[in-house]
C-alpha cells in the first residue's frame, strides 16, 4: 500500500502541474487578448488572476518539497519531481508575462504607434508553450525536440519586431524632428512599451524551450537542451 500511494503521489503531482500549465495557458492567451483589443476589462481579468497562479504555483511547489523530504525518490523519479519542481517555475513566470500584457494593453497608445504584431508571435509563443506542456504530460522527445528548433523563428520574429520599432521611431524623428505636434513623449512611450512587449513574448518562448529540455532530462537523464 505504501508503495502504491508513492505512485498516486507521483501521477497527482504530474496532473496538477499540468493543471497549472493550462491555467498559465489561458492566462497568457486572455493577455494577449487584451494587447490585441485593447479592452481595459480584459486587461484587468489577466492581471487579477495573477494571484490565483501564484496561489497554485506555491501548493504544486510544496506538493514536490514534500516527496523530496518524505519520499527520498531515486533515479528516474527523483529526475521525474525535480524536473516538474523546475518546470513550475517557468510556468509560474509565463504567468508573470501574461500579466505584464495586461498593464501594457492599459496604457493609452498615440494616435499612430509603430505597425509591429506583437501579438501574432506572442500566439506562435503560446502555442509553443502548449506543445511543451504536452511533451511533459506525454513524455514526448520528439516534440520537445521540435520546440527547440521552433524557437529560432520566435526569436528571428522577435528581433526583426524590434528593429521596426526602432527604424519607426527614427523614420519619425528624421521626418519631423523640427515639429514637436508628433508628440515625442507618447511616441516614446509607445516605442518603450512595444519592445517591452516584443522583450516578453520571446521570453515566453524561451521557457517553453526550459520546459521542453526540462523534460528531455526527466525523460533521458540527458541534459543536452539545457544547455
Given at each position: 500500500?505504501?508503495?502504491?500511494?508513492y505512485?498516486t503521489?507521483?501521477?497527482?503531482?504530474?496532473?496538477?502541474?499540468?493543471?497549472?500549465?493550462?491555467?498559465?495557458l489561458?492566462?497568457?492567451?486572455?493577455?494577449?487578448?487584451?494587447?490585441?483589443?485593447?479592452d481595459?476589462?480584459v486587461a484587468?481579468?489577466?492581471?487579477?488572476?495573477?494571484?490565483?497562479?501564484?496561489?497554485?504555483?506555491?501548493?504544486v511547489?510544496a506538493?514536490?518539497?514534500d516527496l523530496f523530504?518524505l519520499?527520498?525518490?531515486v533515479?528516474?523519479d527523483l529526475r521525474?519531481?525535480?524536473?516538474s519542481f523546475?518546470?513550475?517555475?517557468?510556468?509560474e513566470?509565463?504567468?508573470d508575462?501574461?500579466t505584464?500584457?495586461?498593464r501594457?494593453a492599459?496604457?493609452?497608445?498615440?494616435?499612430?504607434?509603430?505597425?509591429?504584431?506583437?501579438?501574432?508571435?506572442?500566439?506562435?509563443?503560446?502555442?509553443?508553450?502548449e506543445?511543451a506542456?504536452?511533451?511533459y504530460?506525454?513524455?514526448?522527445?520528439e516534440?520537445?525536440?521540435?520546440?527547440?528548433?521552433?524557437d529560432?523563428?520566435?526569436?528571428a520574429l522577435?528581433?526583426?519586431?524590434s528593429?521596426?520599432?526602432?527604424r519607426?521611431?527614427?523614420?519619425r524623428?528624421t521626418?519631423?524632428v523640427?515639429?514637436?505636434?508628433?508628440?515625442?513623449?507618447?511616441?516614446?512611450?509607445d516605442?518603450?512599451?512595444?519592445?517591452?512587449?516584443?522583450r516578453?513574448?520571446e521570453?515566453?518562448g524561451d521557457?517553453?524551450?526550459?520546459?521542453?529540455a526540462?523534460?528531455?532530462?526527466?525523460?533521458?537523464?540527458?541534459a543536452?537542451?539545457?544547455y
Amino acid at each position: 500500500m505504501p508503495r502504491d500511494r508513492y505512485r498516486t503521489e507521483l501521477d497527482d503531482l504530474r496532473d496538477r502541474v499540468v493543471a497549472l500549465g493550462e491555467a498559465v495557458l489561458d492566462q497568457l492567451e486572455t493577455g494577449l487578448d487584451a494587447l490585441e483589443s485593447g479592452d481595459p476589462a480584459v486587461a484587468r481579468e489577466v492581471i487579477d488572476g495573477d494571484d490565483a497562479i501564484n496561489d497554485a504555483y506555491l501548493s504544486v511547489e510544496a506538493d514536490c518539497i514534500d516527496l523530496f523530504a518524505l519520499q527520498q525518490p531515486v533515479a528516474s523519479d527523483l529526475r521525474f519531481v525535480a524536473a516538474s519542481f523546475k518546470i513550475l517555475t517557468d510556468l509560474e513566470r509565463i504567468g508573470d508575462l501574461a500579466t505584464n500584457f495586461g498593464r501594457y494593453a492599459l496604457a493609452e497608445p498615440g494616435e499612430s504607434p509603430p505597425a509591429v504584431d506583437a501579438v501574432a508571435i506572442g500566439r506562435e509563443a503560446r502555442d509553443a508553450v502548449e506543445d511543451a506542456l504536452t511533451a511533459y504530460r506525454t513524455r514526448d522527445i520528439e516534440l520537445c525536440r521540435e520546440i527547440h528548433a521552433g524557437d529560432d523563428r520566435i526569436d528571428a520574429l522577435c528581433q526583426r519586431a524590434s528593429e521596426q520599432v526602432v527604424r519607426d521611431l527614427v523614420e519619425r524623428a528624421t521626418g519631423e524632428v523640427a515639429d514637436d505636434s508628433w508628440g515625442v513623449e507618447r511616441v516614446l512611450d509607445d516605442v518603450s512599451r512595444l519592445l517591452l512587449t516584443v522583450r516578453d513574448v520571446e521570453r515566453v518562448g524561451d521557457h517553453a524551450v526550459n520546459v521542453a529540455a526540462r523534460t528531455v532530462y526527466m525523460v533521458e537523464h540527458d541534459a543536452e537542451l539545457l544547455y
